[in-house]
């Protein structure tokens, strides 16, 4: 497979993947079957797009809402 270019501030987007593959190993971590994905390609149109999913217990519903809010956090 051919590299990927992603365009944006290197640091910024280091802390995104790096806090979603955090977030993502404490869903699992107690897990005996935990399973973790990453996933990277371009679509059709030449986008970049990544997957990050896991077999953790997922977010609550009634907290969804709120993921993208800027520091918000369900840890202590």
């Not at 365009?7 to 280091?14: I, R």
């Not at 993947?17 to 679509?43: F, I, S, Y």
Request: aromatic content about 6%; some cysteine; glycine content about 10%.
């Amino acid at each position: 497979h051919l590299p990927i270019t992603v365009t944006g501030y290197a640091g910024l987007l280091n802390i995104v993947w790096m806090n979603l593959l955090v977030n993502a190993m404490h869903a699992v971590e107690k897990k005996p079957d935990g399973l973790l994905t990453l996933r990277c390609w371009q679509d059709a149109h030449g986008a970049t797009m990544v997957q990050v999913q896991d077999n953790g217990c997922g977010i609550p519903a009634e907290i969804r809402h709120r993921i993208f809010d800027p520091g918000f956090t369900t840890k202590g």
